[in-house]
Every structure is written in structure tokens, then in C-alpha cells.
């Protein structure tokens, strides 16, 4: 799909055209990038997956906000905590072909929307798992385990530090409160004896997004 091809259903509010950076990002992945995009505008909404007012900001909002984690991925195991509709867990599998990717989603539909786009991209590098973080059973352990609106950082660390192997990373996709979080999270980054703990911006404009790192010891 070209950039200047419309995604725009009958109906539908205004789909944001594809911005110059997802080619940057997406590299040689551009184009399942691109069609994982329209199939989230076709689908999306009656899925229950994104609301109708997040088309006007598909790309910066949820795309290219998930893709931009792509930096800190490593080669490995990499977890994504409630994939829903993939944002991050499928768009940074398509940014980086390198790494294996298991998302972790428990409600029904969800798993089977990340199943289909899984095999309609080609993905050879996700597998999708239904279960509750707490409720995962996984091996080996992970290397890095991603996350985006989940649950505040106080709740989601405990839940996600059983899954990582020593010296792994938690990478969460945060909001402006983010520093809030980090501060009421206080106990459990304590409790859970995390190292290397920082908040990092990554990008620029309305794409860019703050993530929580930490290590697990």
C-alpha cells in the first residue's frame, strides 16, 4: 500500500495517511507494517480493539509509538503483556525479525485476531499464548518483556518480574504520568530488587513515547 492510498472504510472518520518516519522505522518491513495498519482500520473497531476517534491518529498513535520500542529490542525471547490488538507485541515483531516474540493476551477474540494477523503477516516469529501474566507458563524465561496500557507500573511489576530471567529488562510504553508512576511504584521496584531503573523518551512529536526500563536482578 502506498502511502497516498486510502485505508478509509465507508463512514469512517478520516485514517491518518502514513507518515514519512514508519519507512525509516519499518526498513525492508514497510509493507507488513503497512498492511497490519489497514487491517487494523478495517477490523479494529468492530473488534473492540481501538475506538472509531483513533483513526485520524492510527499511524503516530499506536504504529509508530509501538515501533520506536523497536531500539531497545534485543535478540531473544521477548514477552508482550496484554497484546490486544498488538500494539506493541506485533508491530515490533514486524520491526524486528531478529527477535522472538510471545504475546501473552487472555481474553478470547483478542488471541485470535493476534493469531490471524500472525499468519496473514508471515510472522515466523510470534507465538501467541492465552493466559493472564500471573497465569503464564513459560520456558525458558524471557529476556525482555514489553507492555502498553496495561496497568500502572505498581501492579504490572510484580506480574511481569516472575516471567524474566536475571538480568533481563522490563520495557513498559508509559504516558506523560509516567514519573508519577515510577514514584508510587516505589515498594514494588524495591520489593522485586530491579536495577538500572530509568525513564527514557524516545522519538519526537506526536509520535513519541516514554518507557520505563528496568532490570531484574
Avoid: C, Y
Avoid at 512529536?205 to 532490570?215: D, E, I, K, L, N
Amino acid at each position: 500500500m502506498s502511502e497516498e492510498t486510502s485505508m478509509e472504510p465507508a463512514g469512517q472518520a478520516p485514517v491518518e495517511s502514513e507518515p514519512p518516519l514508519a519507512a525509516a522505522l519499518f526498513g525492508e518491513q514497510i509493507n507488513r507494517a503497512r498492511q497490519f495498519t489497514a487491517d487494523l482500520v478495517a477490523h479494529g473497531e468492530e473488534l473492540g480493539l481501538i475506538g472509531p476517534l483513533e483513526m485520524p491518529r492510527i499511524w503516530t498513535r499506536h504504529i509508530l509509538n509501538s515501533a520506536l520500542l523497536a531500539s531497545l529490542i534485543k535478540p531473544g525471547q521477548v514477552g508482550d503483556i496484554g497484546s490486544g490488538a498488538g500494539l506493541p507485541g506485533l508491530v515490533l515483531a514486524i520491526a524486528r525479525p531478529d527477535a522472538q516474540f510471545i504475546l501473552i493476551e487472555p481474553m478470547e477474540r483478542r488471541v485470535e485476531w493476534l493469531r490471524r494477523e500472525a499468519e496473514a503477516l508471515e510472522l515466523e516469529n510470534v507465538e501467541v499464548v492465552r493466559a493472564r501474566a500471573e497465569e503464564a507458563k513459560l520456558s525458558p524465561w524471557l529476556d525482555q518483556v514489553t507492555a502498553r496500557a496495561v496497568s500502572a507500573l505498581a501492579k504490572l511489576i510484580p506480574l511481569t518480574v516472575p516471567l524474566v530471567r536475571s538480568g533481563g529488562e522490563l520495557l513498559f510504553l508509559k504516558g506523560a504520568s509516567v514519573d508519577a508512576e515510577v514514584a508510587a511504584a516505589a515498594t514494588a521496584i524495591r520489593r522485586t530488587r530491579l536495577t538500572a531503573v530509568e525513564v527514557l523518551t524516545l522519538g519526537e512529536g506526536a509520535a513519541a513515547t516514554r518507557v520505563f526500563r528496568a532490570t531484574v536482578d
